[in-house]
Structure formats: structure tokens, C-alpha cells
């Protein structure tokens, strides 16, 4: 039977160095995330939430423990079907969006579709549309340092979902940007997801992003601690300032 | 939240009836204060009786009875736009209180407690940024009413996630967490927080100077 998670980690353990220089990363991670998800994992610098992206990602190997993505084991592939799921499958957008500066926005968001085999002009195509649909279609012939931060970061969003992407790895995708345009990245991360289908791992230390998720995961010290609890509806909140009222 | 002082916003538009002044105050609010109409009639009352809004016509208390804002009504409402509120008291928070406690309940994870409330504080914040996800971005009160209780939520967040690190690094300098060895101008031993200590009472800390002269 297949698994409904579009990624998971699975006893996820992972130390750097050896005997009394061994410094253990993550301890046996248990992380599911299911299609449509967005999953927040929250924790101060040094918890272990980088290092957990990167094997999420495929970038690093874990110690022990599996990686399953889309149901099938990370382990057991080869680099060259790793290399191929890195491109086809997951999509990657760090804090300081590390775009490529000699080339435009719509080159940038084109790149990893050529460098899988597909022309150049259906690259292009694929490009423009994902701007486009983050409203960055009269931005697509600029140069990185001819867009404001937030627009930066939404073409890195536009690359790391561009083609057939199916897994979202973030990496404080807002904390380079003010309030206002953290909220509108969130925003388009959020609606990948809900109404995309998109699946999103997000690690973060702000409580603010995080809230975005539909899960908040915890990790400290490498542990995953604990976790949210699935929302209640917004008219619960309603419905306790109507209380709090009444009582005063 | 002055509802007082809201009303004056209001009518400072123009006169209004007391159910007109009760739906505006929620619509603006984006509906996240809701108010009863009783206490719109009593605030009118009390506006009325210190001058700050008239009543049109002497018909009782009733939805056909409107008020209109008076010079000294302006005068108090462009007065308390521009005072800041007092927020230079240390609030004798609720929350604050138990991470204070829960340093000298033996056993007690102060850790867990902290996530504990971690964990509630950010599913609330997920409530309300569904709100505001779902709204129409055009709603301005309702997006500034609704960042106001992600913004206030958040500060206590990084309060305990502050909180958190520091009771590590106490804990790490293997210190009893709460200990407080120096005394503010770092020359011995804090007296004040040792007597307290000895009298069972928990070390709180203490407001600033310019602040307990105004008590």
C-alpha cells in the first residue's frame, strides 16, 4: 500500500564528528506531512530545524532513520534519481533568496527546468506562467537587483515551483522582508498548498510565519517536542471575545 | 480598549443613534470587540452627563434618540489620540507569574510548562491568521484588528522563548534558576530578593525606579 504522505521522515537521527567532538544533530525524527499540508517546524537557532530541511531535501543523508518522498525511500535510490527528484519533485526557498544575479526573473525561474532537458522555450513558457501567477508578470525581463526584496523572494517562490514541483522546503522565507511582504509570501505559500496541492516544509524560529501552517511542529535540542493541535475555527475566537465581554 | 473614547470617534462623523454607534464600533472593529447595547445607552449616558456629546430632542433613552459630539467631546477625543497609553507599569501578568512559580515547584519541568503555553499561544495565532487569510484584504479594520492579536501574541511568544533560553543558560552556568547571586550595581548579594526569598515569597522583579515613584 502506498503511503498518503507526500513526505516523510522516519526515525530521522543525524550527528556530525566522532567520539568526543560528535555533536548529534537530530534524534530520531518522526515527521509526516501529507499533500495540500503546510507544516511549520519552529525552534531557536540551533534546534536542529536547518539540518532537518536539508535532509528533507535530499541534501544531506541522515545517520540512521529513512526519508520517504512520495512513498519511496531516499536511501535506496541512486544519485542520479536523487539529482532528478531534487529537480523535478522538491523546490527550495531560503531567506536570502539566492537568486542568480546575471539573469533575469524569468531566467532564473527557467534554469531548473533546462538544466532537467526541457527547451529552452518551453522553460520560458513554464517561467513566464509562474510569474505570472504570483503577479510578477511585468517584472519576468528584470534583474535580481532591479526587484525589491519582496519580489525577489517571490520569484525564488516562482522557481522552486515552477514545472511539476510537488514539495515546498522553505527556510525563513519571510525573514529577510518586512511585515507586509513576509505576510504576502506566507500568503502565496500557504495558497500553493491549499489550492495547489503543493506540499510545504517550512522551518522557522518565528511564531508569526509559523502561524501560517496548518501544523506547528516543535524541535529543541534535535527533538521534536511537540506539535499543534488542528485548529479550532475562527468563530471560537469570536465566540470568546463575546464571552470576555459579557463578563466585564 | 476605550469604548468611551470610540464612541466620541464616531459621532465626531456626525450625530447617530445608539444602535447605529453599536453596529459601526463592531464593523470597525472588524467584529472582534463585540459590545451589547447596554453599554453603548450607559456610555452615552455618561458622555452626556460630563458634557463631551448632547442628546437631539428629550425622548427617552431609545433607538429614536441621537447624540451629537459637543467642542469639549473633540477636545477629550484629540487628547486621547495622542496620549500614549500607560504601558510603563510591569503588568502583574498571569503568565509570568507561573514561569516565576513554577522555578521553585520542585519537579516541575519548566521546560514543558513553557512549551505548554508556547504550544496554546501559537495555535491561537493560527486562528487568527486563518482569519485574516480568509478576509477580503480590503477590510482594513478588520486586517489591523487581527494583526494587533498576532503582534500581541507574538511579543509574549518570544517572551518565553527568551524565557526558555535564559533558564538554559542559567541552568548551564549550573546556577538554581530564579538565583539572583548579584545585586543590581553588581557589588553582593541582592538583599531585597534574599529577604524576599526568606519570607517565601517569589523574586520578583522589581519595577524600575521612576515608575514606583508615581505608586
Given at each position: 500500500?502506498?503511503?498518503?504522505?507526500?513526505?516523510?521522515?522516519?526515525?530521522?537521527?543525524?550527528?556530525?564528528?566522532?567520539?568526543?567532538?560528535?555533536?548529534?544533530?537530530?534524534?530520531?525524527?518522526?515527521?509526516?506531512?501529507?499533500?495540500?499540508?503546510?507544516?511549520?517546524?519552529?525552534?531557536?537557532?540551533?534546534?536542529?530545524?536547518?539540518?532537518?530541511?536539508?535532509?528533507?531535501?535530499?541534501?544531506?543523508?541522515?545517520?540512521?532513520?529513512?526519508?520517504?518522498?512520495?512513498?519511496?525511500?531516499?536511501?535506496?535510490?541512486?544519485?542520479?534519481?536523487?539529482?532528478?527528484?531534487?529537480?523535478?519533485?522538491?523546490?527550495?526557498?531560503?531567506?536570502?533568496?539566492?537568486?542568480?544575479?546575471?539573469?533575469?526573473?524569468?531566467?532564473?525561474?527557467?534554469?531548473?527546468?533546462?538544466?532537467?532537458?526541457?527547451?529552452?522555450?518551453?522553460?520560458?513558457?513554464?517561467?513566464?506562467?509562474?510569474?505570472?501567477?504570483?503577479?510578477?508578470?511585468?517584472?519576468?525581463?528584470?534583474?535580481?537587483?532591479?526587484?525589491?526584496?519582496?519580489?525577489?523572494?517571490?520569484?525564488?517562490?516562482?522557481?522552486?515551483?515552477?514545472?511539476?514541483?510537488?514539495?515546498?522546503?522553505?527556510?525563513?522565507?519571510?525573514?529577510?522582508?518586512?511585515s507586509v511582504?513576509?505576510e504576502?509570501?506566507m500568503r502565496?505559500?500557504h495558497?500553493?498548498?491549499k489550492?495547489?496541492?503543493?506540499?510545504?516544509?517550512?522551518?522557522?524560529?518565528?511564531?508569526q510565519?509559523?502561524s501560517w501552517?496548518?501544523?506547528?511542529?516543535?524541535?529543541?535540542?534535535?527533538?521534536?517536542?511537540?506539535?499543534?493541535?488542528p485548529a479550532a475555527g475562527p468563530e471560537s475566537l469570536l465566540a470568546a471575545a463575546e464571552r470576555k465581554r459579557g463578563t466585564e | 480598549m476605550s469604548v468611551r473614547h470610540a464612541m466620541l470617534a464616531l459621532l465626531s462623523e456626525g450625530p447617530k443613534y445608539g444602535l447605529q454607534l453599536r453596529e459601526e464600533f463592531e464593523a470597525r472593529t472588524g467584529e472582534v470587540w463585540p459590545l451589547n447595547v447596554g453599554q453603548v445607552y450607559t456610555t452615552l449616558?455618561?458622555l452626556?452627563?460630563?458634557?463631551?456629546?448632547?442628546?437631539?430632542?428629550?425622548?427617552?433613552?431609545g433607538p429614536?434618540?441621537a447624540y451629537?459630539?459637543?467642542?469639549?467631546?473633540?477636545?477629550?477625543l484629540?487628547?486621547w489620540l495622542?496620549?500614549?497609553p500607560?504601558?510603563?507599569?510591569?503588568?502583574?501578568?498571569?503568565?509570568?507569574?507561573?514561569?516565576?512559580?513554577?522555578?521553585?515547584?520542585?519537579?516541575?519541568?519548566?521546560?514543558?510548562?513553557?512549551?505548554?503555553?508556547?504550544?496554546y499561544l501559537v495555535q491561537l495565532m493560527q486562528q487568527w491568521t486563518h482569519i485574516k487569510e480568509d478576509s477580503d484584504p480590503a477590510e482594513l479594520n478588520l486586517g489591523l484588528a487581527v494583526d494587533a492579536e498576532i503582534f500581541r501574541l507574538d511579543s509574549v511568544?518570544?517572551?518565553?522563548?527568551?524565557?526558555?533560553?535564559?533558564?538554559?543558560?542559567?541552568?548551564?552556568?549550573?546556577?538554581?534558576?530564579?538565583?539572583?547571586?548579584?545585586?543590581?550595581?553588581?557589588?553582593?548579594?541582592?538583599?531585597?530578593?534574599?529577604?524576599?526569598?526568606?519570607?517565601?515569597?517569589?523574586?520578583?522583579?522589581?519595577?524600575?525606579?521612576?515608575?514606583?515613584?508615581?505608586?
Amino acid at each position: 500500500m502506498s503511503s498518503p504522505n507526500m513526505i516523510e521522515l522516519y526515525q530521522v537521527s543525524k550527528s556530525y564528528g566522532q567520539g568526543d567532538a560528535e555533536v548529534q544533530a537530530l534524534h530520531e525524527v518522526n515527521l509526516p506531512a501529507v499533500a495540500g499540508e503546510m507544516v511549520a517546524v519552529m525552534g531557536p537557532s540551533g534546534s536542529g530545524k536547518s539540518t532537518l530541511l536539508t535532509i528533507a531535501g535530499t541534501l544531506e543523508e541522515p545517520t540512521t532513520g529513512e526519508v520517504l518522498v512520495a512513498g519511496q525511500p531516499v536511501r535506496s535510490m541512486s544519485k542520479r534519481a536523487k539529482a532528478q527528484l531534487r529537480r523535478r519533485t522538491i523546490g527550495y526557498v531560503f531567506q536570502d533568496f539566492n537568486l542568480l544575479p546575471g539573469l533575469t526573473a524569468a531566467e532564473n525561474v527557467s534554469l531548473p527546468l533546462e538544466l532537467d532537458g526541457t527547451s529552452a522555450r518551453k522553460a520560458r513558457i513554464a517561467a513566464l506562467k509562474a510569474l505570472d501567477g504570483l503577479g510578477l508578470g511585468n517584472r519576468a525581463g528584470h534583474y535580481p537587483d532591479q526587484l525589491s526584496g519582496g519580489e525577489r523572494q517571490r520569484v525564488a517562490i516562482a522557481r522552486a515551483m515552477v514545472g511539476e514541483r510537488r514539495l515546498l522546503l522553505a527556510d525563513e522565507p519571510s525573514g529577510a522582508l518586512d511585515s507586509v511582504n513576509g505576510e504576502a509570501v506566507m500568503r502565496l505559500l500557504h495558497s500553493a498548498c491549499k489550492d495547489g496541492g503543493m506540499t510545504a516544509i517550512v522551518v522557522t524560529h518565528d511564531a508569526q510565519l509559523a502561524s501560517w501552517a496548518d501544523r506547528v511542529v516543535f524541535i529543541r535540542d534535535g527533538h521534536i517536542t511537540d506539535q499543534t493541535l488542528p485548529a479550532a475555527g475562527p468563530e471560537s475566537l469570536l465566540a470568546a471575545a463575546e464571552r470576555k465581554r459579557g463578563t466585564e | 480598549m476605550s469604548v468611551r473614547h470610540a464612541m466620541l470617534a464616531l459621532l465626531s462623523e456626525g450625530p447617530k443613534y445608539g444602535l447605529q454607534l453599536r453596529e459601526e464600533f463592531e464593523a470597525r472593529t472588524g467584529e472582534v470587540w463585540p459590545l451589547n447595547v447596554g453599554q453603548v445607552y450607559t456610555t452615552l449616558q455618561r458622555l452626556e452627563r460630563d458634557g463631551m456629546v448632547e442628546s437631539e430632542g428629550d425622548s427617552p433613552e431609545g433607538p429614536q434618540k441621537a447624540y451629537r459630539i459637543t467642542g469639549a467631546g473633540r477636545g477629550e477625543l484629540d487628547s486621547w489620540l495622542r496620549t500614549p497609553p500607560d504601558l510603563s507599569s510591569p503588568p502583574r501578568d498571569e503568565l509570568v507569574m507561573k514561569i516565576l512559580v513554577a522555578l521553585r515547584v520542585p519537579g516541575a519541568s519548566v521546560t514543558d510548562i513553557i512549551q505548554a503555553h508556547r504550544r496554546y499561544l501559537v495555535q491561537l495565532m493560527q486562528q487568527w491568521t486563518h482569519i485574516k487569510e480568509d478576509s477580503d484584504p480590503a477590510e482594513l479594520n478588520l486586517g489591523l484588528a487581527v494583526d494587533a492579536e498576532i503582534f500581541r501574541l507574538d511579543s509574549v511568544v518570544r517572551w518565553l522563548d527568551a524565557a526558555d533560553g535564559r533558564i538554559k543558560r542559567a541552568q548551564a552556568d549550573d546556577r538554581p534558576p530564579g538565583a539572583s547571586p548579584q545585586a543590581p550595581d553588581g557589588n553582593g548579594p541582592d538583599k531585597a530578593s534574599t529577604a524576599a526569598e526568606g519570607r517565601g515569597q517569589w523574586p520578583l522583579p522589581r519595577p524600575p525606579t521612576h515608575v514606583r515613584t508615581r505608586r
